[in-house]
């Protein structure tokens, strides 16, 4: 768990007409970008359950740097562009895994165009932020040991991601090729079957769980934004293996979790980049890279401690927390996670 909530829309955001449908389009979204279209059918006939509220897909491809992923409702501030250092970044040599220096946001993989893949990517990452935070805005109710049947099935937390992933911004990206980075492009039936197989997890974790969240005469029960996160990207990656994978990972010291912690790669761009202080805050970083062999396009997203977080990861440091963790010792506004996405 990052943040709780998400950013809401500005009063007055502007409307799109989507096959049909009227979306909201977040004024954050720089003009001409394309939004992702049919998602909404692919996944009701995926899953076999009634099309969600907002029924077109509102992530949309950027076609230049633009505000900071939010995730909270304490969000990082947007960023403004990139600084000149950060504009220009380029991976070591000697990064365990990379190519010799992160592609522009229009890195490719084979079969897939590079601003699309970028747009599946973010998408991915945008819909589990969503997913999360909808079981971060229930805590109370799932650790009330008064009530036995919590009404928090499947459906409801589904409509509800659909809700907050109309509202959140796309991630900040360094490019180091501004001229790939301003041609826009739209994700195609690979967003959309992807997005589909994350719904298909998200569904599948909460109705596995329905028995702890339901557990009546029990308080604390564990089943917090973290844990979610993780059950719903190890089956989702289970799903999609050898095409996608979703990680949330984090700096190695902290990490709570072993199957969490960062791949060698992740760990350079993590020290190197995410933990500079003269790192943008909010944002990623997209690049060409090799992931078990093959090439890949990844995608890493910064998260950072919001208020809530703090009662489990602040101050004092080494205190037991109600999960049985030492505290980290943190600060609001503190590196925490990285959301980590591979695409081959």
């Not at 992530?59 to 947007?78: H, Q």
């Not at 049947?149 to 809700?163: F, I, M, N, P, W």
């Not at 999960?323 to 010792?329: A, I, M, V």
Request: charged share 15%.
């Amino acid at each position: 768990m990052m943040r709780d909530g998400v950013q809401e829309p500005s009063a007055g955001r502007r409307e799109r007409r989507v096959d049909g449908f009227v979306c909201p389009v977040p004024p954050q979204i720089p003009a001409g970008a394309v939004p992702v279209a049919g998602f909404a059918r692919h996944r009701a006939r995926a899953l076999g359950v009634a099309a969600c509220l907002m029924a077109a897909a509102l992530m949309a491809v950027p076609v230049r740097p633009g505000p900071a992923f939010a995730d909270a409702a304490t969000s990082a501030p947007a960023a403004a562009a990139p600084t000149a250092a950060a504009a220009a970044v380029a991976a070591p040599a000697a990064a365990p895994g990379a190519a010799a220096a992160p592609a522009a946001a229009g890195a490719t993989v084979p079969g897939t165009p590079a601003s699309e893949a970028a747009a599946v990517a973010r998408a991915l990452a945008t819909r589990l932020v969503a997913a999360r935070a909808v079981v971060s805005s229930h805590q109370n109710l799932i650790n009330d040991p008064s009530v036995g049947d919590k009404g928090l099935t499947a459906a409801l937390v589904l409509r509800q991601t659909d809700e907050r992933f109309a509202t959140i911004a796309p991630a900040t990206t360094i490019a180091t090729d501004t001229a790939t980075a301003t041609e826009p492009a739209t994700a195609g039936d690979r967003s959309e079957r992807l997005l589909a197989v994350l719904d298909s997890a998200i569904v599948a974790v909460v109705e596995q769980s329905q028995p702890t969240i339901n557990a009546e005469g029990v308080g604390f029960k564990g089943f917090i934004p973290a844990v979610f996160a993780r059950l719903v990207t190890t089956r989702f990656n289970g799903l999609a293996v050898g095409e996608a994978q979703i990680r949330v990972t984090a700096p190695p010291a902290l990490v709570r979790n072993r199957s969490s912690r960062p791949d060698a790669w992740e760990s350079e761009m993590i020290a190197t980049y995410l933990s500079s202080p003269t790192w943008a805050k909010g944002a990623a970083i997209e690049t060409a890279a090799v992931a078990d062999g093959r090439p890949a396009f990844r995608l890493l997203i910064p998260e950072y401690y919001g208020a809530s977080c703090l009662s489990c990861h602040g101050q004092p440091a080494g205190e037991i927390d109600r999960t049985g963790y030492p505290k980290e010792g943190a600060s609001e506004g503190d590196l925490g996670g990285v959301i980590s996405v591979i695409l081959w």
